[in-house]
Nanobody, 124 residues
Framework: HVQLVESGGGSVQAGGSLRLSCAAS????????MAWFRQTPGKQRDRVAS???????VYGDSVKGRFTASLDNTKKTVYLQMRSLRPDDTATYYC???????????????????WGQGTQVTVS
C-alpha cells in the first residue's frame, strides 16, 4: 500500500533554513498531486504548498516568498525548502499525496487520499 515518509524536521533558530523531504512508496500513479500541510495544537490544518505532477505549484499566503516546494516525478518525492523561518512556522508538517483525474490538468484538490506521519519543525 501507499506510504509517505517525511524527513528533515528539527529545531532551527529564527531566520534560518530547513529542508523537508517526503518520499512516496507504492505510488505508481502518473497524474497526481503532493502537498505539505502544517498544524499546531488548537488550530486548523493549513495547506503550505501543493505541487501537481505537471509542475504547477501553489503556496499558502503565509509562506509565499519564503518557502519553495518542488517535485521529483521519478522518485515520487516532494521537497519543501524553508527559508527565513519564523517562530510562527513552528508546527507539525504533514506530507500528503493523491491521484487526480485525467481532467484535473494543473489543479490540485483540497482533499488528499494518503498522509504521512508528520515531522516536527520548531523555530526559536
Amino acid at each position: 500500500h501507499v506510504q509517505l515518509v517525511e524527513s528533515g524536521g528539527g529545531s532551527v533558530q529564527a531566520g534560518g533554513s530547513l529542508r523537508l523531504s517526503c518520499a512516496a512508496s507504492e505510488f505508481a500513479t502518473s497524474r497526481y498531486c503532493m502537498a505539505w500541510f502544517r498544524q499546531t495544537p488548537g488550530k486548523q490544518r493549513d495547506r503550505v504548498a501543493s505541487v501537481h505532477s505537471d509542475g504547477t505549484t501553489v503556496y499558502g499566503d503565509s509562506v509565499k516568498g519564503r518557502f519553495t516546494a518542488s517535485l521529483d516525478n521519478t522518485k515520487k518525492t516532494v521537497y519543501l525548502q524553508m527559508r527565513s523561518l519564523r517562530p510562527d512556522d513552528t508546527a507539525t508538517y504533514y506530507c500528503a499525496a493523491t491521484p487526480v483525474g485525467f481532467w484535473s490538468h494543473s489543479a490540485c484538490p483540497a482533499g488528499y487520499l494518503y498522509w504521512g506521519q508528520g515531522t516536527q519543525v520548531t523555530v526559536s
